[in-house]
């Protein structure tokens, strides 16, 4: 599984380790769909800390698809509603 970083790497992680990024993805989108500031932040916290230390980086000189897009660390709650929004939007 590749994942992105938002404005940062690409990591891939081992398909072992595919169920437990699922949980703490969910954990991520459950904080914002409730507007819940501090589980956005630890959830955030969590799933990108996971990507970087369960993840290999992925080398500049390879390129392949993400399969999942993390927010960046730095991204706020309602910059992630806003992404979610435009990404519900253009599928529709």
Same mark, same amino acid.
């Given at each position: 599984? /590749? $994942?992105? /970083?938002?404005?940062?790497?690409?990591?891939?992680?081992?398909?072992?380790?595919?169920?437990?990024? *699922?949980?703490?993805?969910?954990?991520?989108? *459950?904080?914002?769909?409730?507007?819940?500031?501090?589980?956005?932040?630890?959830?955030?916290?969590?799933?990108?800390?996971?990507?970087? *230390?369960?993840?290999?980086?992925?080398?500049?000189?390879? /390129? $392949?698809?993400?399969?999942? $897009? $993390?927010?960046?660390?730095?991204?706020?709650?309602?910059?992630?509603?806003?992404?979610? *929004?435009?990404?519900?939007?253009?599928?529709?």
């Amino acid at each position: 599984m /590749i $994942v992105r /970083i938002m404005e940062e790497d690409q990591y891939r992680l081992d398909d072992h380790e595919a169920a437990e990024f *699922e949980q703490l993805d969910h954990a991520l989108l *459950e904080a914002v769909s409730n507007d819940d500031q501090a589980a956005f932040l630890m959830a955030l916290n969590n799933l990108v800390s996971f990507v970087r *230390e369960k993840g290999s980086k992925v080398p500049y000189t390879e /390129i $392949v698809p993400s399969d999942a $897009v $993390v927010p960046a660390e730095d991204m706020t709650l309602a910059e992630a509603k806003q992404m979610l *929004e435009n990404d519900s939007s253009a599928s529709a």
